[in-house]
């Protein structure tokens, strides 16, 4: 059993940056593949990034390839987003989601409950 908490989240204008952190419980937290998905109203949860277990790759939608970087640190059970350059479209609720393998959504067994980034034009 993982339990994700997601912190970091908040308004900023376009171009800022904003660090979101995902928390993790549980002594294998090292095993499991992270995401992040995000999801805006009247939209579909949609992947942000994902990486594997040992944080050696990695992978990005393609709207946000070149201004996010995911991150790990197994010895601190968190993961992490680092959204640079941020627009008005990367508005919306941010879920870390931890699972076996990385993958679609459905390949994540457990999701945080969200952290609301707003980024103002």
């Known amino acids: 059993q993982v339990q994700l908490v997601e912190s970091g989240g908040g308004l900023v204008q376009a171009g800022d940056s904003l660090r979101l952190s995902c928390g993790a419980t549980?002594?294998?937290?090292?095993?499991?593949?992270m995401a992040w998905f995000r999801q805006s109203p009247g939209k579909e949860r949609e992947f942000v990034a994902h990486?594997?277990?040992?944080?050696?790759?990695?992978d990005y939608a393609d709207s946000v390839k070149g201004r996010f970087t995911i991150s790990r640190d197994n010895a601190k059970n968190t993961v992490y987003l680092q959204m640079n350059r941020l627009k008005p479209e990367d508005t919306a609720v941010y879920y870390c989601?931890?699972?076996?393998?990385?993958?679609?959504?459905?390949?994540?067994?457990?999701w945080g409950q969200g952290t609301q980034v707003t980024v103002s034009s």
């Open positions: 990486i594997n277990w040992s944080g050696g790759s990695t």
């Open positions: 989601a931890a699972g076996s393998f990385t993958g679609p959504r459905g390949a994540y067994k457990y």
């Open positions: 549980g002594r294998t937290f090292g095993v499991y593949a």
